[in-house]
């Protein structure tokens, strides 16, 4: 098979329609058709049957996207190594990374990395595990630094930190009048959280449930993460956030965590890269530096 017509298979394969693909792709409909058939007859099976106005992957043409993706991450990671082959700390490393480990674990790893190795680059991608995983899956991006979840096959992950997620309050909160505030009291404030769904979010709604309490009475709810912080300082409402905010001075806002037992949910940041896939030297490197300013930020 060639190279060359497993990359426009897998273009097909995705667009499910010939005209998008040829747009995409520049080349013709009739060469894009001939390469499907040249695949089909090394193959020995049709790889796509029509749907409408569109064709759709048969299950022969769905194994062969398996190994065409395989074929093409292989070739990939050679032409990588290779490269890197005498270059030792170089090159460009893409990375998938959640907002909080973004914050507070990549800026000193990145700094030290660089002082190591000038000519790195690095390309980020700040999104959520749901958007960053399809493109680890693809090949996007080498990294993924997360929230230890549902390993995948052909995954593999990394321990960097703990990162306890806990209730926080602005300082001058009333709250803290209390010598030892309880799950209850905290039924009685307002709230700003990120919405249902988000795993720290359902954590703490179970919380409340368990103890037959009503759930947070949320007054704002924000998918931005790196907006908490202020919206707690300049609200006053009650939040639930990484403990690391807290540390002095990382979030520009005097916040205090509110100590309530059982109300803490133990989260695990790992990074997480594919099985078969080439790190290079400078990935590595990132990996090791980003374990350790991972175990420094959970003291």
Not at 202 to 217: M, Y
Not at 260 to 287: F, K
Request: glycine letters at 8%; a positive charge; one cysteine or more.
């Amino acid at each position: 098979m060639d190279l060359r017509d497993l990359q426009y298979f897998e273009v097909i394969a995705e667009l499910e329609h010939m005209g998008r693909a040829s747009e995409r792709l520049h080349r013709t409909q009739p060469a894009l058709t001939s390469c499907v058939k040249r695949l089909e007859e090394a193959c020995g099976a049709a790889l796509f049957e029509r749907t409408g106005r569109g064709i759709r992957l048969t299950a022969a043409g769905k194994a062969l996207l398996k190994w065409a993706q395989r074929t093409r991450f292989d070739v990939e990671s050679a032409r990588r190594e290779i490269g890197d082959i005498g270059r030792g700390l170089a090159g460009n490393i893409r990375i998938g990374i959640v907002p909080t480990a973004a914050q507070f674990l990549l800026p000193p790893a990145a700094r030290e990395l660089m002082g190591e190795a000038p000519g790195i680059t690095l390309r980020t991608t700040v999104a959520l595990g749901d958007i960053l995983t399809p493109l680890l899956r693809a090949g996007e991006i080498d990294l993924m630094v997360g929230t230890e979840g549902t390993q995948e096959p052909g995954f593999t992950s990394k321990l960097l930190a703990e990162d306890p997620i806990v209730v926080a309050a602005t300082s001058s909160h009333e709250i803290f009048k209390k010598a030892r505030p309880t799950l209850k009291d905290l039924a009685g404030y307002r709230w700003v959280l990120q919405p249902p769904g988000a795993p720290t979010r359902d954590w703490l709604d179970q919380t409340f449930d368990r103890s037959h309490l009503p759930r947070p009475q949320v007054q704002v709810e924000s998918t931005m993460l790196l907006m908490l912080p202020s919206l707690i300082d300049e609200t006053g409402l009650l939040s639930f956030i990484s403990r690391l905010h807290l540390q002095e001075g990382r979030s520009g806002a005097a916040l205090r965590e509110v100590k309530v037992r059982g109300v803490t949910m133990r989260r695990r940041m790992v990074v997480t890269y594919r099985e078969s896939g080439y790190l290079s030297p400078a990935a590595q490197r990132l990996v090791v530096l980003l374990a350790r300013h991972g175990r420094f930020r959970s003291r």
